[in-house]
């Protein structure tokens, strides 16, 4: 079991941060994960890190895995 997460990785070719965006659950990491938002879908985020704004699409989430669970005041996005 992992805590897993879709991730949004930042277009901006030079930072590339990975934010974590919904959390999954306490699961087993290597399931197929499907994505709860459809291909048409759009987003609008801009980068903590970078401060630039990209729209990203159902195709920009990766799932991730980390340790930790989501921390108190994490937002899910879906
Ligand atoms: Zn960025």
């Known amino acids: 079991m992992a805590?897993?997460?879709w991730a949004l990785c930042?277009?901006?070719p030079e930072c590339g941060r990975f934010e974590r965006v919904?959390?999954?659950g306490n699961v087993n990491p290597y399931l197929a994960f499907i994505l709860p938002i459809g291909e048409d879908e759009q987003f609008t985020a801009t980068c903590p890190q970078c401060d630039k704004?990209?729209?990203y699409t159902a195709a920009s989430f990766a799932p991730i895995r980390q340790d930790q669970p989501p921390e108190d005041g994490f937002e899910n996005w879906f």
Do not use: L, S
Request: with cysteine; charged share 0%.
């Open 3 to 5: 805590h897993m997460y």
């Open 10 to 12: 930042c277009t901006t």
């Open 22 to 24: 919904a959390y999954i």
């Open 53 to 55: 704004t990209h729209t």
